[in-house]
């Protein structure tokens, strides 16, 4: 009987941000049991400088049979599923260490892309089938959550038995919005209620698309 565990991470707040949807959505997914696979959620520093060492330590540890690896997009609208990492950091803010990487390799020798190894396309059609916006997105950008990718992707190569690893990006929750809306009332920033930065998806609608992702 297989009983490799699914890994669940999700990041820790950034950029000033009080809550991360993706840390409180692994939190509600640990311990649990899907399609007979226990769920082990890990957080995850934003810090540049922890991985790909992190990445290749859980493996190593937890012996993962997929990884479903969750971080924000904010002022998206919907569930990115991300199928490309690309083999650069370039941050347009810092890390919560205060490292702000200018066009550096993640790896020197690394591939320029490594495509997330998850069933993308069956993940989005499950999802849209039960009604959750989602898209298989080309870019996980160059921050943090693209170096998460690209790191796990690298360290699942070398491990010893097979590991499908892959990134999902969330939006927003609601109660987050209508902290950016009384703050943009505080300091007279109307603008942003014109702006993308809006959009957001209840937390349990979001733990749901994980729940579909970790069953394909």
């Not at 849209?128 to 916006?133: C, K, Q, R, S, V």
């Amino acid at each position: 009987m297989n009983t490799r565990p699914i890994l669940v991470t999700g990041f820790e707040p950034y950029g000033g941000r009080r809550s991360n949807p993706a840390h409180e959505v692994m939190n509600q997914l640990h311990g649990r049991t899907i399609n007979g696979k226990t769920i082990v959620g890990r957080s995850l520093p934003v810090s540049a400088g922890k991985f790909p060492h992190i990445a290749t330590e859980l493996i190593e540890q937890l012996n993962p049979s997929s990884i479903v690896s969750l971080g924000l997009w904010p002022g998206e609208s919907l569930i990115r599923i991300e199928r490309i990492a690309v083999n650069i950091a370039d941050f347009g803010i810092p890390d919560n260490e205060g490292v702000l990487a200018v066009d550096d390799p993640i790896d020197p020798e690394g591939a320029a892309a490594l495509m997330s190894t998850l069933p993308t396309r069956a993940i989005e059609q499950a999802m849209l089938a039960e009604g959750i916006p989602a898209s298989v997105s080309a870019t996980a950008g160059t921050y943090l959550c693209n170096i998460c990718l690209y790191s796990f992707l690298m360290a699942a190569q070398q491990h010893h038995e097979a590991v499908t690893c892959g990134f999902i990006h969330v939006p927003y929750l609601p109660e987050q919005v209508a902290e950016l809306l009384v703050e943009a009332r505080e300091h007279a920033t109307a603008d942003l209620q014109q702006r993308r930065e809006l959009a957001s998806m209840e937390l349990g609608r979001i733990v749901r698309a994980v729940e579909i992702a970790v069953s394909q």
